[in-house]
């Protein structure tokens, strides 16, 4: 479900899709992050 809106994102606005990405991995490396400082 969720690869299906990314996929019509992609198709609407490049430039959104770019600053979601960068988002996303943003957030993997906090939570990350989160994980090495919990152990």
């Known amino acids: 479900m969720k690869k ?4 019509k994102d992609k198709g609407k606005n ?3 899709d770019k ?5 996303m991995a943003f ?3 906090m939570a990350t992050l989160d994980l090495l400082v919990v152990k």
Do not use: P, R, S
């Not at 600053?19 to 988002?23: A, E, F, L, M, R």
């Open 4 to 7: 299906e809106i990314i996929e």
């Open 14 to 16: 490049k430039k959104e």
């Open 19 to 23: 600053k979601n990405d960068d988002y």
């Open 27 to 29: 957030l993997g490396m």
